[in-house]
């Protein structure tokens, strides 16, 4: 599996944009890269995922870096409800597990 | 939305005694998983699940646990003889495709049962 790297934690005031970057350098050419999040108490929840090209949902957009060894969830307008853990993993055709790791703790300031 | 459902939410058991976890997945969803969280700890892997055989386990899922679909809709884990450290939450997910369509798809949680060993 391809290594990732998050920042432990990060703030954000309510109603601004949040930038999520994970560093992950070792990925292959096929891995898709997914993000999750957990809200306090909760299961992992799916928030978006891509391979090449930068992709939005109602959730959040997903920026992948061209050489693909990087990408920046961005949540638009951050609310107290996005406060949770955000995991960014690599997914790819070795493994059917979703390998969590510790992901950024995003706090959100009202 | 459909979701998957997990019963119970809190399970308290004595050391030794047998638990078994039970989850309902989304009803088209072909491949089933078990993860689960010791407090204040990443989440794991312990098992994934398709065709109605295991596909994949972690070194965690040793002889005490088991999993099975016994009706087709179902899908339990087992464990058969509870020790302290398996307290934890204990999360079902289910997702629709298989092979290898799968990277490319989304997995959907319950939210989870808390299992405590006293």
């Known amino acids: 599996d391809a290594k990732t790297t998050q920042p432990n934690s990060m703030e954000s005031n309510e109603e601004e944009p949040v930038h999520l970057p994970c560093n992950h350098s070792t990925i292959s050419g096929t891995d898709y890269i997914h993000w999750y999040r957990q809200l306090p108490s909760q299961g992992p929840e799916y928030v978006i995922h891509?391979?090449?090209s930068n992709v939005n949902n109602r959730m959040a957009s997903l920026a992948i870096a061209e050489d693909r060894k990087s990408s920046t969830l961005i949540l638009h307008r951050a609310t107290l409800r996005d406060a949770a853990v955000y995991y960014c993993i690599p997914r790819g055709a070795g493994s059917y597990q979703l390998t969590f790791g510790k992901g950024t703790k995003l706090s959100v300031i009202p | 939305e459909p979701e998957v459902t997990q019963t119970p939410s809190h399970q308290v058991t004595q050391m030794g005694q047998e638990v078994i976890l039970r989850c309902v997945p989304i009803?088209?969803?072909?491949?089933f998983y078990w993860y689960r969280q010791i407090l204040g700890q990443k989440v794991e892997f312990l098992v994934s699940f398709y065709n109605n055989e295991i596909s994949e386990k972690s070194e965690i899922f040793d002889d005490q646990f088991s999993v099975e679909r016994p009706d087709g809709s179902n899908f339990t884990l087992k464990i058969r003889s509870t020790k302290l450290e398996d307290s934890a939450m204990y999360f079902c997910a289910s997702s629709e495709q298989a092979g290898a369509a799968f990277m490319n798809t989304e997995a959907f949680f319950g939210q989870g049962t808390r299992l405590t060993v006293v």
């Open positions: 009803s088209n969803h072909l491949y």
């Open positions: 891509g391979l090449t």
